[in-house]
């Protein structure tokens, strides 16, 4: 798509707009992520990957990775071998968090949102839709969802909202910002994955496995 085109496209609902449809109602009431991707279209990725980070953010240690990171392998993996619109078997489709916990999720996010949603607007998208680009993402959410998944201390936060802002990106359709989310990634998964070992012999051990 075009710049021109980017511009000349009717405005969307912004990320904390969504959130504050979402947090509306019973606060008791189960968000099925079926019905929270419905109608979303090219925007479905982001929101799945919002929604599924927010277990990261459980202070509870081993807990959040425990929920997110597979989450995030999986949306990781679709975006990966060039899924336009992300699939969850049933027994998914028909859970996800309460509307109090997307309340309190929006409330906590909700000062960084502002100020990100002044700068972040459609643009570059070439580096969302790409197959190439598409899959680069999609590498990159495998590895920092196995990573988020082990049991690294003190890391859940970190890749939460390093997560965070790949959702963003795919949410406002802003390339320039999901350039900046890989830059942040590619050094997330070299500093806790390459450097520390944990990842190489995780995903080594899958290769055995598979060989």
Do not use: C, Y
Not at 33 to 39: E, H, I, P, Q, T
Not at 78 to 101: D, N, T, V, Y
């Amino acid at each position: 798509m075009t710049p021109q085109a980017d511009r000349d496209k009717p405005q969307e609902a912004g990320t904390r707009a969504m959130l504050d449809g979402f947090a509306a109602g019973d606060p008791d009431e189960v968000l099925r992520l079926g019905d929270v991707l419905a109608g979303l279209s090219e925007r479905s990725f982001g929101m799945l990957l919002f929604v599924s980070t927010i277990a990261a953010f459980i202070p509870i240690p081993g807990v959040g990775g425990a929920v997110s990171g597979p989450l995030v392998v999986l949306i990781g993996l679709q975006l990966l071998i060039g899924l336009r619109k992300p699939w969850l078997p049933g027994f998914l489709a028909r859970r996800g968090p309460h509307r109090h916990a997307m309340a309190r999720f929006r409330n906590l996010l909700s000062p960084w949102l502002a100020r990100l949603e002044r700068v972040v607007r459609p643009r570059a998208t070439g580096l969302l839709d790409h197959p190439a680009a598409s899959a680069f993402t999609g590498l990159l959410l495998v590895l920092l969802g196995v990573l988020l998944s082990l049991p690294i201390p003190f890391t859940n936060f970190l890749f939460g909202a390093l997560l965070l802002l790949f959702a963003l990106a795919l949410l406002e359709r802003d390339g320039r910002l999901m350039a900046v989310a890989w830059a942040l990634g590619a050094i997330a998964v070299a500093v806790f994955g390459v450097l520390s070992g944990s990842l190489a012999t995780m995903i080594g051990g899958w290769i055995d496995r598979l060989m």
